[in-house]
């Protein structure tokens, strides 16, 4: 499971520096101040999470469970708070007519990031 958590914490560094800069560099012309500040939330979440994840892997030699449901819940925060948040900031410039159903979608991604963090409390408060 180390392995994993470290890897996929790789990806999801890799991919935020990478969508941060395309939104500094790429999206400007692009899209509105409101929109490039909606993307930005987005890769600062992704950033935030990422080394959650990453903090994860020195926990994952204990076999906690507890440590597993943290990793997934950072992972689906990820995908579904910052991964809808880049659909909503690029929806206007891309004709992404689909992404008007994606706001409900970020305070779910929102709630994984706190069941990641609650995990997280609750593994430590088990770990001896």
Known sequence: MNKRIILTAAFFGALAVIL??????????????????????????????????????????????????????????????????????????YHLSFAQVLGPITPIGGLFFILGWIFLFLAALKDK
Request: net charge positive; proline share 1%.
């Open 20 to 93: 941060g800069a395309f939104g500094a560099h790429g999206l400007k012309s692009m899209v509105t101040p409101s929109q490039l500040e909606t993307w930005q939330k987005g890769v600062e979440y992704q950033f935030y999470h990422t080394f959650a994840i990453l903090y994860l892997s020195t926990f994952a030699r204990y076999k906690n469970k507890l440590i597993g449901f943290s990793f997934l819940s950072f992972v689906l925060g990820i995908v579904f708070f910052s991964g809808s948040l880049y659909l909503l900031a690029l929806k206007d410039a």
